[in-house]
């Protein structure tokens, strides 16, 4: 009998498993183990009042026909087609998204459009040699006026660190080849090019949520006998040299830990924690404390009638703090109670573990909310019912400007354990969406099974389309 353990009930590991349970091999015995007490991890949808919240919500789009069929097989008609509308909200005034050019023209006003154009126009006859940071990254390629106008300060807010610090990988990434001339003629044309059109228009979302997939896996892997235990968190690992021996798993409701006997182990937990817990030479103990996620919370809101049209709007403007505002009646009217005439809003903070913000009460965070809702003028405060909060750590990989360097590193520590393999946004430390998410769960499954690794999880790339079409 082979055992294997899968670390994390999000896409990735869900995906593990049943990528696991495809192999038919009857000697294999899976289980799975998740801290919390619902799975999807953070594409989990959640019920309040039996109103339904995404954690920001969550678009189904692939490039990968291997999940799109995925995506279908498992949602069907469920998955349903929604036309699109979502805006940024900068100095008091609302930017269409994708940008078009008469809004953009008319809220920028004549003479400071000229000034981003003639500043983009500078950037590229004295352009920075070394791009190896954030800010000099987007300023090559659409100018410093509109680096420091729409790009600073919401990048800013969503990492918590100045953009000089911020490496340009992020950027890279997921903007490609982007730049504002393209942008311009985009907005002037309204380009018809590629698949990107499809995406702006348009964007599939399941009935109840991204939940509602990874609910209906856990069903499926659970039929096939993998055994999830949630409520149960892994915060040990016995090893040798080159192998993980034992999963340690502590019983989060009873206190208990055991010690679990492994042949292989897939993980999606973050890669930092599981670095520290394989208990690497001092050195690299210390430098793996460098690899930081963001975590963010969302205060969910429950307001009378359907406050304004959007699915979610973009907040650039750093007078309030709030990052995203979304709008789940407009995702998916299944999101709201049958029957129920109230509508859900989660309204997004970025913030790190132990801040001020991460800190303050769910009261304080409700209240706060209320009162930017109001500011912004989405919503009146006398309509904003009631609410709850929700806390998510780990949601966003920082992506330092010397990351890099330590995450080389410790990847080739964590490659010297022959039966440890590593898939998912946390476990691989790459700010993904929930298809790459769930094609490097497959690939870590199928590695269990290869004599020569060759499914490189590593190697696989984002897709790079949701950041492009923002701009
Ligand atoms: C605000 C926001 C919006 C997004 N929007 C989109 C979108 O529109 N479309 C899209 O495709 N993607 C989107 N994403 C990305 C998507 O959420 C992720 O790609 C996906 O959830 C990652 O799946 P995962 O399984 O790799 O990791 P996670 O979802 O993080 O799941 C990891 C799981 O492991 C568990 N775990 C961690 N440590 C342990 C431990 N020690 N023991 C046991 N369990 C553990 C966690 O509790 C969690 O359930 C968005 C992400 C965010 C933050």
């Known amino acids: 009998m082979k055992r294997i353990i899968i670390i994390g009930a999000g896409p990735a590991g869900l995906a593990a498993a049943y990528e696991l349970c495809r192999t038919k091999d009857s000697k294999l015995s899976i289980s799975l183990f998740e801290t919390d007490d619902q799975v999807g991890g953070i594409s989990k949808t959640l019920q309040y009042k039996g109103y339904r919240f995404d954690l920001g919500g969550h678009r189904f789009y692939t490039k990968i026909q291997e999940i799109d069929q995925f995506y279908k097989s498992f949602l069907g008609k469920n998955l349903l087609k929604r036309k699109r509308l979502s805006r940024i909200y900068y100095e008091k005034k609302f930017y269409d998204y994708p940008l078009t050019f ?9 003479l400071r459009s000229v000034e981003i154009v003639l500043s983009w126009f500078y950037r590229q006859l004295n352009r920075y040699k070394m791009e190896k940071t954030f800010d000099k990254w987007i300023s090559n390629r659409f100018g410093d006026k509109l680096f420091h106008l729409f790009f600073k300060s919401y990048t800013e807010k969503v990492w918590g660190i100045s953009t000089s610090k911020l490496s340009s990988d992020w950027a890279a990434q997921r903007i490609q ?27 599939f979302y399941p009935k109840y949520g991204p939940g509602m997939l990874y609910e209906e896996l ?4 659970e039929k096939k006998g993998v055994n999830v235990y949630m409520n149960h968190k892994v915060t040990g690992l016995k090893r040798t040299k080159n192998k993980v021996t034992h999963v340690l798993v502590k019983d989060i409701k009873k206190g208990i830990v055991t010690h679990i006997k492994a042949d292989a182990i897939i993980s999606t937990m973050p890669f930092n924690e599981l670095i520290s817990l394989l208990h690497p030479p001092e050195k690299l103990t210390t430098q793996v404390k460098s690899l930081r996620f963001r975590n963010f919370i969302t205060v969910n809101l429950l307001l009378k009638k359907n406050p304004f049209p959007d699915q979610w709007v973009y907040v650039h403007e750093p007078d309030v703090k709030v990052g995203r505002i979304q709008n789940f009646r407009n995702w998916s009217p299944y999101m709201v109670k049958k029957g129920g005439g109230l509508t859900p809003v989660g309204m997004e903070y970025f913030c790190s573990e132990g801040d001020k913000m991460w800190k303050t009460t769910d009261a304080a965070l409700i209240s706060l909310a209320k009162e930017e809702l109001a500011r912004i003028g989405l919503a009146k405060e ?34 010297n354990f022959k039966n440890l393999f590593l898939c998912g946004r946390g476990g691989l430390f790459r700010y993904n969406n929930q298809d790459h998410s769930i094609l490097t769960g497959f690939f870590a499954a199928r590695s269990v099974f290869s004599t020569d690794r060759k499914h490189d999880v590593w190697s696989i790339n984002e897709n790079s389309e949701f950041l492009e079409e923002k701009l």
């Open 102 to 110: 008469m809004n953009a023209l008319t809220n920028l006003g004549f």
């Open 177 to 203: 080849n982007f730049n504002l001339f393209r942008a311009v003629l985009g907005a002037i044309l309204s380009l018809d090019t590629s698949d990107v059109k499809t995406i702006i228009r348009t964007f």
């Open 218 to 221: 856990q069903r499926y892997v």
């Open 382 to 415: 006398e309509d904003i019912r009631e609410g709850f909060v929700y806390r998510v750590k780990n949601a966003y990989p920082i992506y330092n400007f010397d990351y890099d360097g330590t995450l080389k590193l410790s990847k080739k520590y964590a490659s």
